[in-house]
């Protein structure tokens, strides 16, 4: 069967997951996500973090041309914008967007101003946006996780509406440790804790992937997963061939 991605899947859950994330990272843990993205001393739960985090940012961009001067990147989900930057330096001109109004403010402060033939355009806004516009790659880093599979599929088919040769992005692997640590946040919430990771099976994935029109043209291509102290989180490349 070659349908497409239920399109018309209720935008209220996206819509009030990406609301919870929007008050998470611009009120609850706005001073700690400032800190775990520079280079100050943390705690050893969120040096693993942090390594687990780099760690995959640098993978992401390993499967990045190394010259991108020209082409136009979509960063879904920018944060403080450090894989925008990185990408930049590369000569793309970067659209970088996040819900987080305050963690956007933070990323143009720290962004340096010379970007050689590179720029950086900070947005606060939805990565659904069409407005947005057409891009020659789409980065989507961690910003998928608070998502289950058809709103991850949903989201991915959006950007492959707008995407000419890449759409990096990742999730949280289903395994069974990362599955207990999201059963035990939903037994015992916190007023302080972050949305939750929603863990996502690999398979699920592919075969949405492989079973919606919205993929037409595109294969998925390669595929690493990241394991850092309490980091987990796994990246998938799709392509056009």
């Known amino acids: 069967m070659n349908a497409s991605v239920d399109m018309t899947l209720p935008r209220s859950s996206y819509d009030e997951r990406r609301g919870r994330l929007e008050t998470y990272f611009d009120r609850t843990a706005l001073d700690a996500w400032t800190q775990l993205t520079s280079d100050a001393p943390v705690s050893k739960i969120r040096a693993t973090v942090r390594a687990g985090r780099d760690s995959m940012r640098d993978t992401l961009l390993s499967w990045l041309p190394e010259q991108l001067t020209g082409a136009a990147l979509f960063d879904a989900g920018c944060g403080t914008g450090a894989l925008s930057v990185a990408a930049a330096r590369r000569g793309a001109r970067v659209t970088g967007v996040d819900v987080s109004a305050s963690l956007v403010q933070l990323g143009g402060e720290r962004a340096p101003k010379d970007l050689g033939q590179g ?3 900070f947005r606060v806004g939805d990565m659904l946006d069409a407005s947005f516009g057409r891009f020659d790659y789409v980065v989507a880093m961690d910003s998928l996780i608070h998502y289950p599979s058809n709103e991850i599929l949903r989201v991915l088919g959006a950007f492959a509406s707008r995407t000419s040769n890449a759409i ?7 395994t069974p440790a990362l599955s207990l640590m999201h059963a035990a946040g939903k037994l015992f919430p916190r007023a ?8 996502v099976s690999e398979s699920v994935i592919r075969k949405g992937i492989a079973a919606s029109s919205d993929f037409a043209g595109w294969s998925i291509g390669r595929t690493q997963r ?3 102290g309490f980091y987990k989180s796994q990246a998938m490349e799709l392509v056009r061939p």
């Open 119 to 121: 720029s950086l355009d």
């Open 168 to 174: 990096l992005f990742t999730f949280a692997p289903r």
């Open 192 to 199: 302080d804790r972050a949305p939750a990771i929603e863990p």
């Open 226 to 228: 990241i394991s850092s």
